[in-house]
């Protein structure tokens, strides 16, 4: 199943995507969409694919990802990103 993942606070270009799926070469290079292009703050994430992101963060500290299919985000598909390295313990007080 395709995820729209979601990152708050930041825009992101995608540099690209690369499937590990069954049948095709390893790291074998995926096309972007035309609505792919630009900055964005949601993407497509399929199934069988590594996404990469640049994103330029102005501020450290505790950043979130997420699904924005409500039940993945329910169960755990919505996660902290941790930019600074001194935020791994404010995560765990939420």
């Known amino acids: 199943e395709t995820h729209p993942l979601h990152i708050h606070q930041v825009a992101f270009l995608m540099i690209d995507r690369r499937t590990i799926a069954p049948g095709y070469a390893p790291g074998t290079l995926l096309a972007a969409q035309p ?3 630009g900055e964005k703050d949601t993407i497509r994430v399929d199934p069988f694919t590594v996404t990469r992101l640049y994103m330029k963060f102005t501020l450290p500290g505790l ?3 997420h ?3 409500l039940e993945h985000e ?6 902290p990103l941790c930019v600074g390295g001194r935020c791994a ?4 007080s939420l």
């Open 35 to 37: 609505e792919e292009f």
């Open 63 to 65: 950043y979130l990802w």
């Open 67 to 69: 699904c924005h299919i």
């Open 74 to 79: 329910d169960y755990d598909m919505m996660r």
């Open 89 to 92: 313990t404010a995560w765990q």
